[in-house]
Structure formats: structure tokens, C-alpha cells
């Protein structure tokens, strides 16, 4: 069984920070590149931000300068540091990676369950 297992999320006031993790475990062979997305009630999911194996990163406009994303290898987590976070940051993000399973021979997209980003005085 592979799964990713989001931490982080809440409420926080405007201006705020928070930190999202998502930690894959299971037989995990590789991973490749990793993500955040968000999606509110009746939306479709949009990208937040990618962070590839060499550690390139790519941001949607709206977030560049407060928002980072990150990885440690060592321990299959890929994390979202929020800053200077806005009302219009709330949503529920989603993590995603891409994993090659042990007993597998091609990659797949795996994704966490969601945590709740509050943004809210």
C-alpha cells in the first residue's frame, strides 16, 4: 500500500504563515516530481506549485514571494511554506507525487486527502 499523509493545515489570520507537509510511505521505489494544488467546493483543482527531483521549482503568479515549496528526499515529504497568507488563500490543498511503486515498472500520480487552509480575522 503507497499513500501521502498531509499535516499543517488550518486557521490563521491574514498575514499569517503556515507549513504543509505530505509524507509518502509504502513501497516506494523512486520519486520524481512533486505538487500542490488547491480546489474549492464545486471548482475544479488548480496548481499551487511544483518542485521537480533536481529541485526546480515552478509557482503560479499569484503566490511567487510568499509562497515555498520544498523537499527532503530522505523522507518522501514534500512541504508548502505559506506566508503573508490572504482570505483568498483559503481553499483545501492537495499534495501530489509522482512514485514508481516497487513491484511497478512505470510511474503514477499519487495524492493526499486534503487539508484545509483557513485564512480568516
Known amino acids: 500500500q503507497l499513500q501521502l499523509v498531509e499535516s499543517g493545515g488550518g486557521l490563521v489570520q491574514p498575514g499569517g504563515s503556515l507549513r504543509l507537509s505530505c509524507a509518502a510511505s509504502?513501497?516506494?521505489?523512486?520519486?520524481?516530481?512533486m505538487g500542490w494544488y488547491r480546489q474549492a467546493p464545486g471548482k475544479q483543482r488548480e496548481l499551487v506549485s511544483t518542485i521537480t527531483s533536481g529541485g526546480s521549482t515552478n509557482y503560479v503568479d499569484y503566490v511567487k514571494g510568499r509562497l515555498t515549496i520544498y523537499r527532503d528526499n530522505a523522507k518522501n515529504t514534500v512541504y508548502l511554506r505559506m506566508n503573508s497568507l490572504k482570505p483568498e488563500d483559503t481553499d483545501v490543498y492537495y499534495c501530489?507525487?509522482?512514485?514508481?511503486?516497487?513491484?511497478?515498472?512505470?510511474?503514477?500520480?499519487?495524492w493526499g486527502r486534503g487539508t484545509q487552509v483557513t485564512v480568516s480575522s
Open positions: 501530489t507525487q509522482q512514485i514508481k511503486h516497487l513491484c511497478k515498472h512505470k510511474w503514477d500520480d499519487y
Open positions: 509504502g513501497f516506494i521505489f523512486s520519486i520524481n516530481a
